[in-house]
Structures are given as structure tokens and as C-alpha cells.
């Protein structure tokens, strides 16, 4: 309009099609090579995380950087070696393999136009960036899934901060919602005991189902955190799902770091003490990971596995995580759907746009 100044801000689209809505997806991240040089600072970001390690600052950046950024990075990275893939690490590729079916089923499913982006809690794609790319291509609503099913301050309530941190920084932040947590979804709970059982009939077996989840300090868990009552939720409804006993589908915790009480019983244990009482075969189960990654692929089904045979047992079969399969896809709509109820863009649709 002639006599008027060109207002035209840096905010992207406005055209009918564009994305009005938006669902970030985040995990917690991974080094970019499995070299020692790439893994440092992804550990030193992941590690100066209070959230993580609470420790007074002063103190805890004297360890982490006069020890522990001294010898973990190597350590860590000769098992990133053993499970690298020719397109990367495996917790990027299957998370983005996962975001990438999650656009697909929600175009094909809701009304308007939704844009799925994924993000990283550490090293890149970083939620900043993530947020931001979303806003350029029209983005108002935002809804952010964190692929942890179950809460915990350190994973959760990390990306809630990171999450925050951006928002502090933008002129015109975007309606936001966000999931604490799918620990008892029923769509994802069928989607494990789908994997479980998909398993069996592939592989055979084994006498015991292990439920190990990522462990957290003890002392988290008694500040509030809800994780643990969450993982045991989880694991008492997939049992269910099964038809199998506390006995027959045990609970377990794994990765701990450091010299406090994680919680318990410890999967390192557990397994040993199964190949000691002369069992054979185990299956394993990482309910709390929602795509395969260094703790599973290399904890569970190396380390753990070479645990149970030294111990005496001859087999841990391990069942990998929901992944980018059609179950996982499906519940992680189901939630979002829920979760974007009365946006226009998350009511059901015909999936006429891109
Ligand atoms: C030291 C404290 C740690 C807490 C607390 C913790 C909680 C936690 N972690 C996950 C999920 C993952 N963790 C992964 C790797 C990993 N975790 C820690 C430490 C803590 N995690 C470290 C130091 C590492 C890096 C690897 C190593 O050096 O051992 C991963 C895999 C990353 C990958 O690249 O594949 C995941 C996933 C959850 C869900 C959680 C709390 C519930
Ligand atoms: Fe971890
Ligand atoms: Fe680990």
C-alpha cells in the first residue's frame, strides 16, 4: 500500500498451506563421530547439565574437566566404535527415521498442515535451532514431545529448561504445549508387547524377561522425581500386557555413573545373578528408550550379554527398541493428537496438504 512502510518481519509465511502447527520432537543426543575429539564436548555440554549433576559448579567443573573430560571421552568412544553406523550414530539415524514417519502419518491424518521437526538436548540439532527453522516456515503452535516415556528431571525436565531458554529469547513466541510423559500410554504400552511378542516368534524364548531402564541417583528420587513410580508403572502394565509374573518379567536400572546409589536392582547384577542361578537364556527389553542408541545396543547387547556368559548363562537375546516401526508411529500420533486437541491443525483429516 503506497505511502506505508514495509513491515515485513522475519517471521516466515502466511500464505493458507503453511504450517500453522508444529511438534518437536527431542532426544538427548550423540557425538558426531565415535572419536574421542568428538565425544568430548558432547559429554562436557551433557555433564555441565544441573539437571544431570547437581553438584556445586565449582567443585563439579574442577572434576568434570580435571578428570573426567580427561578419561571418559576415550572410554566412550571405543564403544560408540562398536555399534557407529555407515549413516551415523545409531540414536540420530533411527530418531530421525522416526520423525521423518511421524510427518508422514500426521499428514495423512489430520486437517491442517503440521510440520514435525526433530531436536537434540545436546550437540545438534539443538532446540534453539529446531524452534527456530519451525518459526521460519510459519510454525504458531508448538508441541513438544520429549522421547522419554517416562519423566525424569535429568531427561524431561532438561528439555523443558532448554525448551524455556529459547522461548525467554524470542519476540513473538509460538503457543506452546509440552508432554511430560507416555509412561502408561496404552498405544505404547501394545506397541512394546507387539515387539515383544514379534520377538518371541522370530527368535524363540528365554526364561526371564528383563525390563532394564536407564537409571537415575537414588537420592533424585527421594528429592521427587517421579521416574522411578513411572518406570515401575510402565513395567507392571507391559507384564500385564504379556500375561507375565514380577518373577517371570523383572525390573531393572542401568548406565550408572559415578560413586552414588543409583537406583535399584542394577542390571549389570541382575543379569550375573541369573547366569549364576544357572538360567540360559535371557530376553531384554529397554522400555525407557524410545530408539536404540549406545545403551542399549552396546551396554545391553554386548557388555550385558558378555556379563550373563561369564556368569554361566549362554544367551541374552536382546529386543530392540520400538524405533521407527508402525506401532511406535502410531502411538507417538495417538499422543500428539491428544496432546493438540482443539487446534484446528490436530483435528482429524483427510490429509489434504503436504
Ligand atoms: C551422569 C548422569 C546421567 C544421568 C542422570 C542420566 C540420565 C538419563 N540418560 C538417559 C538416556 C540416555 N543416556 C545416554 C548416554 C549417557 N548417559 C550418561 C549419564 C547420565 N544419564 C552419559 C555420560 C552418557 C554418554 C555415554 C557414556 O559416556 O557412557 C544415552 C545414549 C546416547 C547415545 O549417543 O547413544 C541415552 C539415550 C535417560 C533417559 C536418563 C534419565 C532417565
Ligand atoms: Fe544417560
Ligand atoms: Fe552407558
Redesign the pocket.
Known amino acids: 500500500m503506497p505511502g506505508y512502510p514495509d513491515y515485513t518481519g522475519p517471521a516466515g509465511q502466511t500464505h493458507d498451506n503453511a504450517p500453522k502447527a508444529g511438534v518437536l520432537l527431542v532426544n538427548?543426543?550423540?557425538?558426531d563421530a565415535p572419536t574421542a575429539a568428538a565425544v568430548r564436548p558432547y559429554?562436557a555440554q551433557?555433564?555441565s547439565d544441573r539437571r544431570?549433576?547437581d553438584y556445586p559448579r565449582l567443585l563439579w567443573k574442577a572434576i568434570l574437566y580435571g578428570v573426567i573430560l580427561r578419561v571418559?571421552p576415550k572410554r566412550?568412544a571405543h564403544?560408540?566404535a562398536r555399534i557407529w553406523t555407515p549413516e551415523g550414530?545409531?540414536?540420530r539415524v533411527y530418531s530421525e527415521a522416526l520423525a521423518a514417519a511421524l510427518q508422514q502419518e500426521l499428514a495423512a491424518n489430520v486437517a491442517g498442515p503440521v510440520r514435525v521437526a526433530l531436536a537434540m538436548r545436546y550437540g545438534q540439532p539443538d532446540i534453539a535451532g529446531s524452534i527456530a527453522a519451525l518459526q521460519r516456515q510459519g510454525v504458531r503452535r508448538l508441541l513438544v514431545l520429549p522421547l522419554?516415556p517416562?519423566y525424569?528431571a535429568?531427561?524431561t525436565g532438561s528439555v523443558f529448561d532448554a525448551v524455556a531458554d529459547t522461548i525467554k529469547g524470542l519476540r513473538w513466541p509460538p503457543e506452546l504445549r509440552q508432554v511430560n510423559d507416555y509412561h502408561a500410554e496404552p498405544d505404547y504400552i501394545a506397541a512394546l508387547a507387539d515387539s515383544v511378542r514379534a520377538h518371541w516368534e522370530a527368535h524363540g524364548r528365554g526364561e526371564k524377561l528383563l525390563m532394564s531402564f536407564?537409571g537415575?541417583?537414588e537420592r533424585y528420587v527421594r528429592e521427587g522425581d517421579p521416574?522411578f513410580e513411572q518406570s515401575q508403572e510402565t513395567a507392571r502394565r507391559l507384564r500385564e500386557a504379556l500375561g507375565l509374573s514380577e518373577a517371570e518379567a523383572p525390573i531393572s536400572f542401568q548406565?550408572r555413573?559415578?560413586r552414588e546409589r543409583w537406583l535399584q536392582p542394577y542390571t549389570d547384577e541382575t543379569v550375573r545373578a541369573f547366569g549364576a542361578q544357572g538360567i540360559k537364556r535371557i530376553d531384554v527389553v529397554s522400555p525407557?528408550?524410545a530408539v536404540d542408541?549406545?545403551?542399549t545396543l552396546e551396554e545391553i547387547a554386548m557388555q550385558n550379554a558378555e556379563f550373563f556368559i561369564e556368569a554361566g548363562g549362554d544367551t541374552l537375546s536382546y529386543i530392540p527398541c520400538l524405533n521407527a516401526t508402525a506401532s511406535h508411529v502410531r502411538a507417538l500420533s495417538t499422543l500428539v493428537r491428544r496432546h493438540g486437541q482443539g487446534w484446528p491443525e490436530f483435528s482429524a483429516g483427510n490429509g489434504a496438504h503436504a
Open positions: 538427548l543426543g550423540t557425538p559429554l551433557f555433564l544431570v549433576i571418559r566412550s564403544a560408540y550414530s545409531p540414536l522419554y517416562q525424569s535429568t531427561s536407564h537415575i541417583p521416574y548406565s555413573v559415578g525407557g528408550f542408541c549406545l545403551e
